[in-house]
């Protein structure tokens, strides 16, 4: 195995791209390279090449995972999507992810339930823009679905009520004029409400008053 390119990382400029007879092998951190004495136009040994990709490289992708991981809860693809940046081996990668999910630090049925929770109660989000988002985060929909849609999980139509009482600031919904009502209606429906919900909350605060 001859080690035909060595080049810093883009995104890292402490980081390495190893390429072994002129395909990508590997992504190293700078004192790693030193220290392994790994350069250009050398030949790399076989068992410092395994040593490198199953103990060095797993060691440091775990590490960058569980970092990640430390600052909230993320998405298996969140995971997968930041260890790539770092240009690990995708055995690698994989390797990490099984560890992870099999000591709970990975589990999007979990990351689900908090997000719908977080994204509905703090930031005040409906059920169409939190399933576009998880969608967006690698989260199959099978998972959050019966979350999402589960009235003893969140109640959207209250949430809305709540929104469209807050957004009204006191006003009487009957003292709106047309245009009016199509400005709150639609500030509802970009917060990711559905028609049913929205519709609900409308004609719960016309019997009201």
């Known amino acids: 195995m001859i080690v035909t390119k060595i080049e810093k990382q883009k995104n890292n400029n402490k980081r390495y791209s190893v390429f072994i007879d002129n ?7 700078e004192i790693d390279l030193l220290y392994y004495k790994i350069k250009e136009n050398e030949p790399l040994d076989k068992d410092k090449y395994n040593y490198i990709l199953n103990k060095l490289l797993l060691k440091r992708a775990k590490d960058k995972a569980l970092k990640y991981l430390g600052y909230k809860m993320r998405s298996k693809k969140q995971v997968i999507k930041k260890l790539q940046e770092y240009e690990f081996p995708s055995n690698v990668i994989n390797k990490v992810i099984k560890v992870l999910e099999k000591y709970n630090y990975i589990n999007d049925e979990d990351f689900a339930k908090a997000f ?4 509905v109660n703090l930031k005040g989000y409906g059920t169409f823009k939190i399933s576009y988002d998880l969608k967006m985060l690698g989260v199959d929909e099978e998972i959050f679905k019966k979350y999402l849609y589960d009235e003893c999980f969140i109640n959207e139509s209250q949430k809305a009520k709540d929104l469209l009482l807050k957004k009204l600031k006191g006003k009487n919904i009957e003292d709106l004029d047309y245009k009016e009502k199509q400005k709150v209606y639609a500030y509802l429906a970009r917060r990711g409400f ?9 004609n719960y605060l016309l019997e009201e008053f």
């Open 194 to 202: 559905s028609y049913d919900s929205i519709n609900k909350a409308f």
């Open 116 to 119: 719908i929770k977080d994204k």
């Open 23 to 29: 395909e990508f092998a590997f992504g190293i951190d």
